[in-house]
């Protein structure tokens, strides 16, 4: 089982090797993209529109998995630890702790859409917190929207853990030096 230590450890040398140190604004950036990424992915299935319920879901997990690489890469670049951010080694465990929240959400909000617009707020708060060189707003802030993602995941009965391991083990893979536009190498 991948834990949250060795996904990051992966992660920073992966994209160190395809992107060289990156300014801690460009991880960000990448955590807004995926996040809009699983909105439209979210509203397009709510809508019935634009693919199947199936594409929707597998379009919704490859966000949740994206914006936990960029997550685990800005906490790389900011040197701070993530298995100990948000206290857990693995993203089992993590998701285990977020179906004990039992939040109470508002009767014309459905729960994933809530949390996807909480993820969003949290990220807000990792940005404001950048802005302000605020290391420990920042570290609050990062346990905060993962923790909004694994509440997502949990309403959707998404398995977290498998989630990151699936993906990784395609987005691990790719060479931006080699291939600039896709990433993926040809044989």
């Avoid at 089982?1 to 960000?28: E, S």
């Avoid at 994206?66 to 993203?91: N, R």
Wanted: overall charge negative.
């Amino acid at each position: 089982m991948l834990t949250v230590h060795d996904f990051q450890t992966q992660q920073i040398a992966w994209a160190r090797k395809n992107f060289g140190k990156a300014y801690d604004y460009q991880p960000l950036l990448g955590m807004i993209e995926e996040l809009g990424e699983l909105a439209h992915a979210l509203l397009k299935g709510l809508q019935g529109i634009r693919g199947t319920a199936a594409e929707h879901e597998e379009a919704g997990k490859d966000a949740v998995a994206d914006v936990l690489v960029y997550l685990t890469q800005y906490c790389s670049e900011k040197e701070w630890a993530l298995d100990e951010i948000v206290g857990a080694t693995t993203f089992e465990e993590l998701q285990a702790a977020q179906k004990d929240l039992g939040f109470v959400l508002g009767q014309t909000v459905p729960p994933c859409v809530r949390l996807v617009l909480e993820a969003c707020t949290a990220l807000g708060k990792v940005s404001a917190a950048e802005c302000n060189g605020d290391s420990q707003g920042g570290k609050l802030a990062v346990a905060g929207t993962l923790s909004k993602i694994a509440s997502y995941c949990a309403v959707r009965s998404w398995d977290l853990q498998k989630i990151v391991e699936d993906t990784w083990a395609v987005v691990s893979k790719r060479d931006w030096t080699k291939n600039r536009q896709t990433g993926q190498v040809t044989p």
